[in-house]
């Protein structure tokens, strides 16, 4: 049950998203901004649930109500759920909905990696395709089974192409009368800006260290260990022991995914941003771990300033070769040789 009470931090979000239910002024379409992970998703379940709710109390859904329950359990007739899918076959999300459904209701707090490994999907090269749109289109032709809104709650719409963009720009510039869109990203600037443009912009903000440790307990596992994997190539790096390099590249190209392997590629962008930020002495290094600050900040007094750039770049560039299938034990003997250039 996700009720606004449910919802760790981000009390001004909830705020704001009650007070355009209680004015009755909700805006066509909103974009929140997450970090993968970040729990947009039980917000808008939240939000949807005391937008439908039959029976709202004291600021909130009762939890009971039919429409509730509905929501609750991402079945209600007139909330659809569209995010990015693959397979040889033009599929579209409904396809996956059963898997989808699973995973969300038991982690709504989901990873985008968690949900594409959910879906069977892990590795694919996933879009919101025109098909998407087009079944999409169908749905919003009919008006609303219980004749109160229609709301389309779209994960990842960064990953929409153009020709989908096309054809569902004019329902998102001129939505008919109740109808919603929530678009839940993880980079707004790739969502495409005739998108973008027409959406209201909410930042979720990411969970403290407690309640990222609560909702995500493996996660933060996994980060440990990416902590320990960055901090073994970095030492080997800058002791100039190349071999040693190579060696934890082998461990990265072994990692058990390549959902896993993009991950940790992500986990090393952010953590050398922080180490680009402590150089430039605008620390904002707060959402770390106490490990993790420790680490950004002893390599930060001994990388070169140029480091952090140079290795953003390289690290973005493995996640993007992961996508498309390369050879991962090329992919990272590739990036360590990089990496050993610059560092
Ligand atoms: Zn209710």
Redesign the pocket.
């Known amino acids: 049950m996700k009720r606004f009470r449910d919802i760790q931090g981000n009390d001004a979000v909830v705020s704001a998203l009650r007070q355009m239910v209680d004015g009755g002024k909700i805006p066509h379409a909103m974009l929140l901004h997450e970090n993968d992970g970040g729990g947009a998703f039980p917000i808008v379940l939240a939000f949807l ?1 005391y937008l439908y ?3 709202r109390t004291a600021g909130d ?5 039919p ?2 329950n509905r929501i609750a359990k991402l079945i209600h007739p007139d909330v659809h759920f569209v995010f990015p899918v693959a397979g040889s076959d033009k599929p579209v999300s409904s396809q996956f909905l059963p898997a989808f459904r699973e995973l969300a209701l038991q982690q709504p707090y989901f990873y985008e990696n968690e949900l594409f490994g959910s879906l069977g999907l892990d590795g694919k090269q996933v879009l919101i395709s025109v098909n998407e749109a087009r079944s999409l289109l169908d749905k919003l032709s009919l008006s609303a089974v219980e004749g109160g809104y229609r709301s389309v709650v779209m994960y990842l719409p960064e990953k929409m192409n153009q020709a989908a963009a096309n054809s569902l720009l004019k329902m998102v510039e001129e939505p008919p009368e109740n109808t919603l869109f929530l678009l839940i990203t993880h980079e707004p600037e790739k969502v495409l800006s005739t998108i973008r443009s027409r959406c209201l912009l909410m930042r979720i903000l990411p969970l403290s260290r407690t309640a990222e440790a609560a909702v995500h307990p493996s996660g933060t596992a996994d980060e440990t260990l990416y902590l320990d994997l960055f901090a073994d190539l970095m030492e080997a790096l800058l002791s100039r022991d190349l071999l040693t390099a190579l060696e934890t590249g082998e461990a990265l190209a072994g990692l058990e995914s390549r959902e896993k392997q993009k991950s940790f590629c992500k986990f090393a962008v952010e953590t050398v941003r922080g180490i680009f930020l402590q150089q430039q002495g605008l620390g904002e290094l707060s959402a770390l771990s106490d490990e993790e600050r420790a680490f950004v900040v002893r390599m930060a007094g001994r990388v070169r300033p140029t480091f952090a750039r140079g290795a953003m770049h390289h690290f973005d560039r493995a996640m993007l070769l992961l996508g498309r299938n390369v050879n991962q034990k090329i992919l990272f003997t590739d990036l360590v040789n990089r990496l050993y250039m610059i560092v």
């Open positions: 649930q709710c039959r029976n859904a009762c939890g009971d109500c429409s509730c």
